[in-house]
């Protein structure tokens, strides 16, 4: 029967990265009801920026404190969780450090190394909770980040912390048992952190200790598996995504902003004298639609992008709207984008893969009017973003939706866009009347 903890380890690993696997299909599936755009140019610039922004994290010390702790974090986390591979070995097997016979004195080294790493990680993620909950900083303050997003930020610091109490504390026990020449228990690995956890579990009995010990091994790798699978429902999910999203994001200029094909199209035609535009090709198909409305006319990019955002709120807090106290927050626009998207996707998996209007939209139901109009169009959120995130991408293609659908735009931008369109300039003076100025008139 001893056959029953490696099997029972097995249907927790297949359960684990099983839904692991499904939630993954649903968000490519989501991302994919965005239209096609290419973004596969200048590979070598796009593996550049992913190394330095995702990998390198070069964005994230702009701001050196929240920086360095996210650094931190960010090593710490995955170094250690390099010993998911021995744990895993072990658990199917069942053997127990399989890696110390062959890796020797090395392996000393890591198991220590992981340990220092986990200790940072605990000190990093205590501070963020900190900054969060007493100092209350306020690009954490914002009315986007009540309710579930606070949570959510709270939620994962906790997680994290005892991810690492409950591998420090399986150290210290299995520390314990080495010392104790217990079978089973090899002398392996260095605890520079966990030995000041022992006096915890000093004293118990050989039976108490090991239950301790696989107790703290198992929920080791559940805790895992949980946190896992908890990403595609939480904001970490930039874990994974800031890879893909640093590679897709845009290489051109902030300052070059897409034409419409269609308009440039038709403007060609305008300027060009010898061209007949009633030999121009006619189709019954039904005129692509100017700009965003919804999730489905964006394309697959940008929703990779909402799926990406850490809701870290630099962008918010670097935009000048924002500042003067308008209702624009660059972050509550991705935010708005990803909770549309996982609505539209359910609806399209509900309706085999079609999109059956369910009387809402991104634009008035998510976001106003009012927001998309405060935007100055200045980039600095584009700027601000540390994984390359383009919330001013959604806000101007949302603005040619109204404008050139609905006939929606401020009075002011009306009247500019007459006097362009009548005068050639955005000032309400004929092309003649425009010198008298110079001439004292």
Known sequence: MTFIPNLLFLIILLLGVGFFIFNIKKLISNIKIGKDIDRYDRKFLRWKNMTLLALGQSKMIDRPISGVLHLIVYVGFILINIELIEIIIDGLIGTHRVFAPYMGSFYNFLIATFEILAFLVVIAVIIFWIRRNFIRIKRFMNPEMKG??????????????????????????????????????????????????????????????????????????????????????????????????????????????????????????????????FSASTSNSIPEKFGVSDVVDMNWVQLLNAYSCTECGRCTSECPANQTGKKLSPRKIMMDTRDRLVEVGENYRKNKKKHIPDGKELLNDYITKEELWACTSCNACVEACPIGIDPLSIIMDMRQYLVMEKSSAPGDLNNMMGNIENNGAPWPFNNQDRLLWAKGN
Do not use: C
Not at 254 to 265: A, D, E, L, Y
């Open 148 to 277: 579930w997003p606070k949570y959510d930020a709270d939620f994962i610091l906790y997680f994290e912390i005892i991810l690492m109490f409950l591998f420090l504390s399986m150290n210290a026990t299995d520390s314990l048992l080495q010392e104790l020449n217990v079978s089973n228990y090899p002398k392996a690995g260095a605890f520079p952190v966990s030995v000041y956890l022992k006096p915890l579990y000093d004293g118990l009995s050989f039976s108490n200790l090991i239950f301790l010990e696989r107790t703290f091994w198992w929920l080791h790798i559940i805790g895992i598996l949980l946190f896992a699978n908890y990403l595609y429902y939480s904001k970490h999910l930039h874990i994974l995504l800031a890879f893909p999203n640093t590679f897709y994001a845009n290489l051109e200029p902030k300052g070059k902003f897409v034409n419409n094909s269609n308009v440039t199209k038709e403007v060609k035609m305008m300027l060009d004298p010898d061209t007949d535009p």
